[in-house]
């Protein structure tokens, strides 16, 4: 039986990743669950998520499967935000028999969950034409990550995935400040870099592993195996958890983003791959954002952001030209494009005028009088104008990214990059 959870949290706490981690031990008593369980992240764009837009999945073979039922729909009951007006939990489960019968049209499920917007409609309609069992509650909104879930774990092998050790507080800490020792975190992340990521963001002196809101996770560590977040997290010292989970997730994979060839196929709350030309410089406005204009082959024009959140790469972004041609990957909303990540694939050419240099002695020539050219004072050599000279940009091509406190969950970090072609510098 494969079991999707989704929406059981809220700004003001829970975390459906807890859910599933109780769940894990909890399903024991009723058959053999399968590890690791999966943490999908659903598209990053869409307003009415509460915060990370997750939603679980698990699998376990069992021979009472109504009574897993009733104990999931008991769980979520006890542990949903339902006064919470984003709080719309929903609960799908699929008999191990039906999974061929459902993974292909499960798997576009999915893909359209993470890349695309669905309507909760869209979800009740699917789940009544295949005959899916299934719990909502309020509006339903939670069918739709769950039914993405059991999408994921259907066709768990055909996607690229990466790893979060997530550890739980005890439920009495919930809300209070957390107590996560840096130094420790230090350790874990100089022992198991580049192997993991994320856990600190060096530039801007911050934790990143450790959340802020009043939720039950104590800290995550993310990485590329279940051998080397379980490695990192053994370093960190920390107050008591509760429990732990291992979840194999579609984070850092950039499985959000979908490619196109003109500005004018971008849609408000998709994720795009797209590629153009800067036709503006880059300008500073209130609050610090970064903003600029991209240019297709087309002529159409795309705002670009690095908005203050992504703090020093807005540097980066100062030093881009009007000819530069570069890649760009993020989500637009209020059509403009929220950079996630940059490829400079060529630099405009920069000139300046500056005095000629004498060709006997090499030194630059001095100005004999408004309209009367140059002469090297010690050659006497002359020449009659200025010289165009080519000024160094500061800029490199290659591929960078915002930092560790930006990353969005599902934007793929460049230490997971393994092409060749360009230089890559991933942000620490």
């Known amino acids: 039986m494969i079991i999707g959870i989704d929406d059981t949290d809220s700004n003001e706490g829970m975390c459906t990743t807890y859910l599933g981690a109780l769940l894990l031990e909890e399903l024991q008593a009723f058959g053999e669950v399968e590890k690791p369980p999966l943490l999908v992240r659903l598209n990053p764009t869409i307003p009415h998520k509460t915060r990370g837009n997750a939603a679980v999945a698990l699998r376990l073979e069992t021979c009472c499967p109504e009574k897993v039922m009733d104990h999931v ?111 420790s975190l230090e350790e874990a992340d100089r022992q198991t870099y580049p192997e993991t990521w994320d856990t600190l963001d060096h530039a801007n002196s911050l934790v990143v592993c450790v959340p802020h809101s009043p939720d039950p996770v104590l800290f995550g560590i993310r990485g590329k195996s279940p051998e080397t977040v379980t490695k990192a997290a053994s370093l960190v010292r920390a107050e008591p958890t509760e429990r732990f989970a291992v979840y194999r997730t579609n984070q850092g994979t950039d499985m959000h983003i979908l490619p196109v060839e003109s500005v004018e196929e971008i849609r408000d709350m998709h994720s795009y791959r797209v590629e153009g030309t800067v036709s503006a410089t880059p300008e500073t406005i209130h609050g610090g954002h970064v903003i600029f204009s991209l240019r297709d082959k087309a002529g159409a024009e795309l705002d670009c952001a690095a908005f203050e959140p992504t703090k020093n790469f807005r540097e980066l972004v100062r030093e881009l030209l009007p000819g530069d041609r570069v890649v760009l990957f993020g989500s637009v909303n209020s059509r403009t494009l929220n950079i996630e990540k940059i490829e400079i694939k060529e630099l405009a050419l920069l000139y300046t005028e500056e005095n000629p240099k004498c060709p006997t002695c090499g030194k630059h020539m001095k100005s004999t009088g408004q309209g009367q050219g140059f002469r090297c004072r010690k050659c006497r050599t002359q020449a009659p104008s200025k010289v165009s000279c080519e000024m160094e940009r500061t800029l490199e091509p290659g591929l960078y990214e915002v930092p560790p406190c930006a990353r969005r969950h599902l934007a793929k970090p460049l230490v997971r990059e393994k092409r060749s072609d360009y230089r890559i510098f991933p942000s620490r």
């Open 73 to 183: 729909i008991s769980r979520i009951e006890e542990f949903a935000r339902f006064e919470c007006e984003k709080t719309n939990p929903g609960a799908v489960f699929i008999q191990e028999n039906e999974g061929k019968r459902l993974k292909p049209v499960l798997r576009a499920f999915l893909e359209k969950a993470v890349r695309d917007v669905i309507t909760i409609e869209e979800a009740k309609n699917l789940i009544l034409e295949l005959e899916i069992p299934s719990k909502s509650f309020k509006n339903g909104r939670g069918l739709i990550g769950a039914l993405a879930a059991c999408g994921a774990m259907l066709n768990r092998e055909d996607w690229d995935h990466t790893y979060e050790h997530l550890a739980y507080r005890q439920r009495e800490k919930w809300g209070t400040p957390r107590s996560v020792e840096k130094e």
